[in-house]
């Protein structure tokens, strides 16, 4: 079995999670306690993808992406990378693809501490941003590991924006989704089997792993 494809996958997926989390954490703490107009607007668009084919959100990105198109015509000029079928691409797509499964747990995190917590924190001085980052977030670790985790596996699983914008090239865009759909394609059935157990055995090990640290860190939260 060419491990390639694996190795392309986890490191697509590590990428895309440490991007996102990055991103997303403002974002989530923006939707969980900001007040404004709207907010039904932007919270569908982050959600889109949850409702959406991958091939309709992959056919979009391709336009945009395509130096054919102002974007990745602009993206081209400006840094001399061409998004459509290359790895950069794939992040790109991933990111966006991916955002709610980060947003979504994050915010249902921040918005599951207690009031009195930012409110105790505003008494002393701090600003909403530090009371972000020093108070709620270390109170939110369940959460940021499972936002972390569901964005991994969703990105490892993701087939078909992978294939529209990657393409199914070996070593740039060939991730383990794309050789899976290959082999079977191709009727070897044993080579696409290797691959799939593969991608399930490291998959399950890492959420039960997760899930134990979480169940582990509740039970200390709830002693507390």
Same mark, same amino acid.
């Given at each position: ?21 990055? $991103? ?25 993808? $949850? ?10 990105? $391709? ?35 991916? !955002? ?9 995190? !921040? ?27 270390? @109170? ?27 393409? @199914? ?12 759909? &290959? ?9 696409? @089997? $290797? ?19 979480? &169940? ?9």
């Amino acid at each position: 079995m060419d491990w390639q494809p694996i190795w392309l996958t986890f490191r697509l997926a590590t990428i895309t999670s440490v991007i996102l989390l990055g $991103l997303a954490m403002p974002l989530a703490y923006w939707l969980a306690f900001g007040k404004f107009k709207g907010r039904g607007i932007i919270e569908a668009i982050i959600g889109m993808p $949850l409702v959406l084919p991958p091939s309709v959100i992959g056919f979009y990105l $391709l336009l945009a992406f395509s130096p054919s198109y102002w974007f990745g015509s602009w993206i081209e000029s400006m840094f001399g990378l061409r998004l459509v079928f290359s790895f950069p691409g794939l992040v790109i797509a991933s990111i966006l693809y991916s !955002l709610p499964f980060m947003v979504y747990p994050l915010r249902a995190g !921040l918005q599951s501490l207690p009031a009195s917590l930012r409110e105790a924190s505003y008494t002393l001085g701090k600003s909403k941003w530090e009371t972000f980052y020093k108070i709620l977030l270390p @109170n939110c670790k369940p959460a940021i590991l499972t936002a972390f985790v569901l964005t991994f596996a969703h990105t490892v699983g993701e087939f078909g924006v992978v294939l529209m914008i990657g393409g @199914n090239i070996p070593g740039v865009t060939k991730v383990a989704s794309v050789a899976i759909y &290959n082999e079977v394609e191709a009727l070897n059935y044993s080579a696409a @089997n $290797l691959y799939a157990m593969v991608l399930f055995a490291i998959t399950f090990v890492i959420l039960l792993m997760v899930y134990s640290v979480n &169940n582990r860190l509740l039970s200390v939260r709830q002693s507390s």
